[in-house]
């Protein structure tokens, strides 16, 4: 489910600095992280998605997360804006 919603999103960011500054900028609807993704990297996105009520759903692969995105890297996390 959540690798159509990704690649259905019209208005998207990838990646964890890309991510972090737009939950700073209150632009996040909704996150999508892959759970193979290092924890270490995702720790100060997922605790400022959590401070500001963001949801967040996890998928299983980076790799099916970046082809979902449209790019031919991996991608650890996907923020939907609003």
Known sequence: MSYEKVAQATNKVVGTKQTLKALENEQVKELVVAKDADQHVLAKVLTSAENKSVSIEYVDSMKKLG??????VNAAIVAIKK
């Open 67 to 72: 082809k979902a995105c449209g790019i031919d």
